[in-house]
């Protein structure tokens, strides 16, 4: 099955600075990759995603970047916010089912914890 | 509110008891999944339906876990015999899958926390 790696853990920025979450992905049937933001206590909500037709994705201040060939794909948050700091995961999926499996399920990152310094 | 709910939204149970969960999806999504999610990780996928049929059910889920969505609409999950090592945040997500879409935006509920004491 699939599986995802996500670094780094914890990532501490000061307001302004970048930041840059990366993840790798196993199974090269996935073809769709979210971001989620998890606030303390509160539900994971979609934050931007990409698919994998497309290299690179920009929404205001985030961005996803997109490597099929290497299995990889980035998150990039510029100008950070404290309102940014939360808990942040990449999920990777094959809504095909291209891979002989099932299609749909996400398969999460072990999550970074994004702070940011005012 | 028009977003995902799940009821209840706290469970404190002893060993052994039987516990069930609730996941009112948006109204108009056809796909269904529960994850679950423990201190400090990514959340897990359990099993998901398509409107009322239940397509796949993790290898993780041992047969004390049941879920079930009879009309397409709700589902509910139930644990037999729970055990400490349940306890975690069960969360449910709901979409709108079409076929050659490369697409299916899940959106989350605010998750069942589970306590097995």
């Known amino acids: 099955g699939e599986n995802v790696e996500q670094h780094p853990s914890t990532l501490s920025v000061q307001e302004g600075d970048s930041a840059v979450i990366k993840c790798t992905y196993s199974d090269s049937a996935s073809n769709y990759f979210p971001w989620y933001k998890q606030e303390l206590g509160k539900r994971p909500q979609l934050i931007i995603d990409i698919r994998s037709n497309v290299g690179e994705k920009k929404d205001q201040r985030i961005a996803v970047t997109l490597n099929k060939t290497a299995k990889h794909f980035s998150l990039h948050i510029t100008e950070t916010q404290p309102e940014d700091s939360a808990v942040y995961f990449c999920a990777a999926s094959d809504l095909l089912g291209a891979g002989g499996t099932s299609y749909g399920k996400l398969t999460f990152g072990q999550g970074t914890i994004l702070t940011v310094h005012p | 509110d028009t977003g995902v709910s799940q009821d209840p939204r706290h469970k404190i149970t002893k060993r052994g008891q039987n516990v069930t969960f609730r996941c009112d999806p948006i109204?108009?999504?056809?796909?269904l999944y529960w994850y679950r999610q423990t201190l400090g990780q990514g959340p897990e996928f359990l099993t998901y339906?398509?409107?009322?049929?239940?397509?796949?059910k993790s290898r993780l889920l041992s047969d004390r876990f049941s879920a079930e969505r009879p009309k397409g609409s709700f589902s509910t999950l139930e644990i037999q015999r729970t055990e400490q090592g349940d306890s975690a945040m069960y969360l449910c997500?709901?979409?709108?899958?079409?076929?050659?879409?490369?697409?299916?935006?899940?959106?989350f509920g605010p998750g069942t926390r589970l306590t097995v004491l």
């Open positions: 997500a709901s979409s709108l899958y079409s076929s050659g879409g490369l697409r299916d935006t899940q959106y």
């Open positions: 339906f398509q409107n009322e049929a239940q397509l796949e």
């Open positions: 109204s108009e999504h056809n796909r």
